[in-house]
């Protein structure tokens, strides 16, 4: 199994960038789809899940109402929007897939984590 996180790069604040999670070696649609972040000297937090069977998702509240999750089940890859970029959303963004997630703003719930990727928000 592999997670593929891409997209990452520099922004601008007020800038956005499309985060995007590629999976093979599982099924994907199996799978709830979580995404976390780890900003410099701070301890990796949640941002937001989108759920394997209806789809639904949730945020974390300093992302919400800026960040929309979706998912492509038949391309195996999970989509991370993030409109209106601060810099405190500076972090490495890393997307995770577990298959039974009773709690999915935990990240032990996750079985597989991919390698991240870098966003930083800069002018």
């Known amino acids: 199994v592999q997670l593929q996180a891409s997209g990452g790069g520099l922004v601008q604040p007020g800038g956005s960038l499309r985060l995007s999670c590629t999976a093979s070696?599982?099924?994907?649609?199996?799978?709830?789809i979580g995404w976390f972040r780890q900003a410099p000297g701070k301890e990796r937090e949640w941002v937001s899940y989108i759920k394997n069977i209806d789809g639904g998702s949730d945020y974390a509240d300093s992302v919400k109402g800026r960040f929309i999750m979706s998912r492509d089940n038949a391309n195996g890859t999970a989509y991370l929007q993030a409109n209106s970029l601060r810099p405190e959303d500076t972090g490495v963004y890393y997307c995770a897939a577990g298959i039974v997630v009773l709690l999915p703003r935990e990240s032990h719930e996750y079985e597989f984590w991919g390698q991240g990727t870098l966003v930083t928000v800069s002018s």
């Open positions: 070696g599982l099924t994907f649609g199996y799978y709830t």
